[in-house]
C-alpha cells in the first residue's frame, strides 16, 4: 500500500502517521510500540550502552531486585512505570530510592496507578544513575526523504516536541545512506554538534548503532531521551560514560514477519482492540476521525471511496479492505469492527466483485444485519461477479439496507444519511 517513488497518493482522508516525527507523510499501518524493557533488550542485543535493569510485577519482585543492585554497590535504584506513553516523570512514574524498602514502597504506588488513562502493570527496576548531563537522540524513519534520518539534541529529559516547535534549530538532523547506514563522518559529526566531544568513540557507535538497529528490527522509531553522561566511581576516581537511560521503540507491524521474536514482544492489553481484531480476521483496518463506516475491497478502492466521501462533504470513519475473495464471515466480521465505532453514524459498502463474489458479501452483510446490536443506516453499491445474485440476496433478507446503482449516488446517500444522524 506504500506508494512507489515518484508516485502521489491524492487523498485528502489519508491517515497520516500516529506518532510524532516530522517526515512522517504517510503511513499505511498501526505502529507497534515496544515497553521500554523489550527497547533496552534490543538496544542492548546490539551492543548499545543500556545500564542493567530487571522487570517487576509486584512490590515485593522490587524489594528483591532493588536488594541485589544495592549489594552489588547501586547509590540507588529506580523504579519506572512500564507503560506506553512518555511523560512517565512527570505523570510520577519515575522514582529514586536509596533502599530496598524505598524501592518497594516506590513501587507499591505505581503499580496500579493511572498514567494518561493506562493502568501499570510493571515496573523496571535499575540502578539509578548519578546524571550529569542528558541529551536526547532518535533514529526515525522519514517517509518523505525514504531514509532513516538520526535526530540529536544537547537537551535532553524535555519533551522533543516542544523543543521542535520553540526552537528548532536545536535540533541536529541527519539522513543516514540506505545501504551504507549512518557514515562514520556524520556519526562524528553529531557528537560533535552535541557537546560529546569529550566522548567522540562512544557518541559516534551510539548514533551508528541506533540507526543500524532502526534498521535491522525494521522500527521507525527509536527515541533515547534521555541519553545520559552518566558518572561512576572508578578505581582510579569518577569516571563519566555515555548511557541509555530510557527508550522507546515503535515497529513496522508489516514487517513482523521477519522478526518472529517481535511477536512477543506486544502488548496487546495497550493495543486498540480493533486492531488486535482486524489483524486476527486478516483485515486492513485503521481508524479515522469521521463518522461514515467504510467497507471496502481493495485498498485502491477503499482510498478512492474515501476520497468520495470527503469531497461529498463526509469524514470517513475508518479505512478498511476487506480484501480480496473474502467470505461472508469476514464480511460480518468486518461489520462488527466498523460498528464498534460508536461515532459511526451511517455505513457505506462499495463492493467491485472480482474475485470476491458479490453474493458473499451480501451474505455476509444480511448476517451482519441480522446480529448487530445497534441499527446504523446502510448503504450498498456492489457491481462485478453474481451482483445481480447479490440485489436478490439483499432485497429478500428484508434487511434494512439502502442500495444505489453507481458509486456517486451511494456516496450521496451515506453521507446525507450520516448527516442526519449527527
Ligand atoms: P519519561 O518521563 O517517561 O520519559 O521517563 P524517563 O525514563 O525518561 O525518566 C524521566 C526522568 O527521570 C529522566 O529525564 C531523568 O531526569 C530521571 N531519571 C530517570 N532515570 C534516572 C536515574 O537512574 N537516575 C536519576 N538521577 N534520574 C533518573
Ligand atoms: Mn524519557
Redesign the pocket.
Known amino acids: 500500500m506504500q506508494p512507489g517513488p515518484g508516485q502521489r497518493i491524492a487523498t485528502a482522508a489519508w491517515p497520516c502517521s500516529r506518532h510524532a516525527g516530522d517526515g512522517a507523510a504517510l503511513s499505511s499501518d498501526v505502529t507497534v510500540k515496544l515497553q521500554?524493557y523489550h527497547a533496552k533488550t534490543l538496544l542492548a542485543r546490539a551492543g548499545l550502552p543500556v545500564?542493567p535493569y530487571s522487570v517487576a510485577s509486584t512490590p515485593a519482585e522490587a524489594w528483591e531486585q532493588a536488594a541485589a543492585y544495592f549489594d552489588d554497590g547501586a547509590g540507588?535504584v529506580?523504579v519506572?512505570a512500564q507503560v506506553l506513553?512518555?511523560?512517565?516523570?512527570?505523570?510520577g512514574?519515575?522514582k529514586?530510592a536509596r533502599s530496598a524498602e524505598e524501592a518497594q514502597a516506590h513501587a507499591e504506588a505505581i503499580l496500579g496507578m493511572d498514567i494518561k488513562g493506562i493502568t501499570v502493570r510493571r515496573v523496571l527496576v535499575?540502578?539509578?544513575?548519578?546524571?550529569q548531563r542528558?541529551l536526547y537522540l532518535a533514529a526515525v524513519l522519514d517517509r518523505t526523504a525514504q531514509r532513516i534520518m538520526l535526530m540529536g539534541s544537547a537537551e535532553?529529559?524535555v519533551e522533543i516536541e516542544t523543543l521542535a516547535e520553540e526552537d528548532p534549530d536545536a535540533i541536529v538532523k541527519v539522513h543516514a545512506h540506505p545501504q551504507l547506514g549512518l557514515q562514520p563522518f556524520q556519526a562524528r559529526e553529531m557528537a560533535f554538534r552535541l557537546g560529546l566531544g569529550d566522548h567522540l568513540k562512544e557518541a559516534a557507535a551510539i548514533c551508528t548503532g541506533l540507526v543500524k538497529v532502526a534498521q535491522d528490527e525494521d522500527a521507525d522509531l527509536v527515541e533515547i531521551?534521555?541519553l545520559?553522561v552518566v558518572r561512576e566511581a572508578g578505581p582510579e576516581g569518577p569516571v563519566d560514560t555515555l548511557q541509555l537511560?530510557?527508550a522507546k521503540m515503535t515497529l513496522d507491524d508489516s514487517a513482523l514477519g521477519r522478526h518472529p521474536g517481535h511477536e512477543e514482544m506486544r502488548d496487546l492489553d495497550e493495543e486498540d482492540p480493533a486492531d488486535i481484531e482486524a489483524r486476527a480476521a486478516d483485515l486492513s483496518f485503521i481508524r479515522l476521525d469521521g463518522n461514515i463506516g467504510c467497507m471496502v475491497n481493495g485498498a485502491g478502492l477503499a482510498m478512492t471511496t474515501m476520497d468520495l466521501v470527503k469531497r461529498a462533504g463526509g469524514e470517513p470513519a475508518n479505512f478498511l479492505d476487506i480484501g480480496g475473495g473474502a467470505r461472508s464471515d469476514k464480511v460480518a466480521e468486518a461489520m462488527r469492527l466498523i460498528l464498534s465505532d460508536h461515532s459511526v453514524q451511517a455505513i457505506l459498502v462499495n463492493i467491485f466483485g472480482g474475485i470476491a463474489r458479490g453474493d458473499e458479501v451480501a451474505r455476509g452483510l444480511v448476517e451482519a444485519r441480522s446480529k448487530q446490536t445497534r441499527s446504523v443506516p446502510m448503504v450498498v453499491r456492489i457491481v462485478g461477479t453474481n451482483a445481480d445474485i447479490a440485489a436478490e440476496i439483499l432485497e429478500e433478507s428484508g434487511a434494512e439496507i439502502v442500495t444505489a446503482e453507481s458509486l456517486d449516488e451511494a456516496v450521496e446517500k451515506a453521507v446525507e444519511l450520516a448527516g442526519s444522524a449527527a
Open positions: 521500554e545500564p540507588a529506580v519506572k506513553v512518555g511523560g512517565r516523570g512527570k505523570a512514574g519515575v529514586l535499575a540502578p539509578g544513575a548519578d546524571i542528558e535532553g529529559g531521551n534521555p545520559a537511560l530510557d
